[in-house]
């Protein structure tokens, strides 16, 4: 906790089981150690399945011959610190595996620890991600594998079940390609899920001449340190979620929609629990039109729906061409769905009759502020070329732009871009517009949302029109509250640690920034607002750092921006697929109101 560091309080406790059963978390593994006696009696309690793990690690040892797992010194702390742990904790329930530590090679000692502990209990699994297909793990558990590699395990029906230990590593803005995974634990029985590195932003108070802030490894004037490495959570420390929470409630969710049919207004559900019926849970839809209006809505209860099962419901009085579904539990909001009756087709250019003109104050953007991620593949090197470019206004050689403004006939600017990059050239991280507008307080789009979604970071997101304030979190604590105040419906998150880019929309038809309105023409397109340019989002340490610009915003309007990734942070990039390279890139617009 900020205050008390790892001295956390039993109300703590209270409030971080609320949130992982709001966010569909139904399973931790306590890391690298085991937990204060209250939590197991909470998860007893809230129905947390636990891995309970020993207190041991020797990382800095390896994973070789000089692994402390090989040496007949350390046998008796291993035997000791595995059953010490059964011992006090084996009447709680929740526990369903036991772990024989963390990151500490695989040997004799830990074969001599696992005995020990099934000779006290062998009513549980037990678990060690070091001896992965050995004799000290009865279940395959690695930590950060791609989803690839764990489909050919799991695609060939193995002997031990799956399930990954660490995985989604949370630093910063992160967690791309998460629903990936998901995918398999719904395709393959042997995938039985995974453990998010971490949970919570572990951030501690800090007290200066500028207030009250969150601080982490270098802050203090500690040296060595790990700089923000430890605030790698879907949470941050005063427990706001980050944008990628709300990516992994939708993956976590366990009532979804299988399918709607239009015509017949008729949505099928799925049970994905094991356990329970839906008897408790209702539904709230609503029909938008193509502009992303809401122009029918209803519930409906889901009855006694049972546990895998699927279920057909027939929406009364429901039109629109857009159908959003949500999943309540009492008033909280659990799973969602929506679906599209035709896929977004652009209007020919010959629909809008223009006349060629010239513009001013709309420049290239190639670049973002690094992300945690980012900087763990080393992007600021690989691809400054486009930074260089962004700076410059100068195309890289053998890229080629054609950027033409003409005006409609009611006085709009048709925008019209085509860039295309040969191949031999760093990966792109923007390809887009950047240009500024008058100071606003709200902001309004058609496309994916409410909350920040990137284009491997988007199937939680929902299509419609959403709304939210333009601001800049000061990032020190409020002298009355104490503690750092967010707009809940803030458009950018301003909690990362460290900032980076941040307050991205993807599949945007329609933006409005105050009195300025930007209409998708060649295809939707992704955006952000934000009051400050770029430029303060890089080489920044803290929120605090961060200085508004006086009386104008940055709008970016993209054709693509490349993921953020989330395998690790120290090396993966975001997958191919999610990536930006050699090819022909289009980017229409209208603009109204500048």
């Known amino acids: 906790e900020p205050a008390t560091g790892y001295s956390v309080t039993l109300e703590g406790m209270k409030k971080d089981m609320k949130l992982m059963k709001e966010f569909n978390v139904n399973a931790v593994r306590t890391c690298h150690y085991p937990d204060a006696a209250e939590w197991y009696d909470l998860c007893d309690k809230e129905g947390l399945m636990v891995i309970c793990e020993a207190n041991v690690e020797s990382h800095g040892y390896g994973y070789g011959e000089k692994s402390l797992a090989h040496r007949k010194d350390y ?37 001599a620890e696992r005995k020990a502990i099934e000779a006290l209990d062998r009513t549980r699994l037990i678990h060690y991600e070091r001896s992965q297909d050995g004799e000290n793990s009865q279940v395959k558990c690695p930590m950060y594998m791609l989803a690839a590699q764990c489909e050919e395990y799991v695609a060939k029906n193995p002997k031990k079940p799956f399930f990954l230990c660490e995985y989604s590593h949370a630093m910063g803005n992160a967690n791309g390609s998460i629903q990936k995974y998901w995918d398999l634990a719904e395709k393959y029985p042997a995938f039985q899920g995974g453990f998010i590195w971490d949970f919570v932003d572990q951030a501690v108070w800090k007290t200066d001449a500028r207030g009250k802030w969150l601080a982490y490894g270098g802050d203090f004037g ?65 029909g938008l039109d193509a502009a992303g209006e809401v122009v ?36 909280i909001c659990i799973a969602w769905d929506w679906f599209e009756k035709t896929k977004w087709t652009p209007k020919p250019s010959t629909a809008y009759p223009r006349a060629s003109t010239t513009a001013d104050g709309f420049r290239f953007n190639f670049w973002r502020a690094p992300t945690d991620n980012d900087r763990g593949w080393r992007m600021p090197e690989t691809c400054k070329i486009w930074k260089d470019a962004t700076a410059a206004q100068k195309l890289p050689d053998g890229v080629k732009s054609e950027l033409k403004f003409s005006t409609l006939t009611n006085g709009a600017l048709y925008v019209d871009w085509k860039l295309t990059v040969p191949k031999g050239l760093p990966p792109i991280p923007r ?26 970071r988007a199937s939680g997101a929902i299509l419609g029109v959403h709304e939210a304030s333009v601001g800049l979190v000061s990032g020190l604590a409020d002298p009355v509250s104490g503690t750092i105040v967010y707009a809940e419906d803030r458009l950018n998150p301003d909690n990362y640690i460290e900032p980076g880019e941040q307050g991205y929309r993807t599949g945007c038809r329609f933006l409005k920034v105050g009195g300025v309105e930007v209409k998708a023409v060649s295809a939707p397109f992704g955006f952000n607002v934000w009051p400050y340019p770029q430029t303060e989002l890089e080489g920044r340490k803290h929120q605090w750092e961060i200085k508004k610009a006086d009386g104008v915003y940055t709008v970016n309007v993209d054709a693509a921006q490349m993921g953020v990734g989330g395998d690790n942070s120290w090396g993966n990039r975001p997958h191919d697929e999610y990536m930006l390279g050699a090819g022909t890139y289009r980017l229409s617009f209208i603009v109204k109101g500048l």
Not at 301 to 315: F, I, R, S
Not at 438 to 450: A, C, D, I, N, Q
């Open 431 to 456: 390809v887009g517009l950047t240009f500024t507008v008058p100071k606003t307080e709200r902001v309004s789009w058609f496309g994916l949302g409410p909350w920040e979604n990137y284009v491997d």
């Open 296 to 331: 029918s809505s209803g519930t409906f209860e889901l009855g006694e729906l049972q546990p895998g099962d699927m279920g057909t419901y027939k929406l009364k009085d429901f039109k629109g061409e857009i159908a959003v579904f949500r999943f309540y539990d009492d008033n």
């Open 222 to 286: 500690d040296r060595p340190n790990d700089d923000n490495f430890n605030c790698n959570g879907f949470f941050d420390a005063l427990r706001n979620p980050h944008p990628g929470a709300y990516e992994i409630k939708h993956a976590y969710q366990s009532i979804s929609c299988r399918g709607f049919d239009f015509d017949g207004a008729k949505v099928k559900v799925k049970n994905g629990f094991v356990f329970a019926d839906l008897d408790f849970y209702y539904c709230r839809w609503q």
């Open 75 to 111: 046998e008796k702390a291993h035997i000791e610190r595995g059953t010490r742990m059964v011992q006090t904790f084996r009447n709680h329930p929740s526990i369903l595996f036991w772990s024989l530590g963390n990151e500490a090679g695989d040997g004799a000692n830990f074969t």
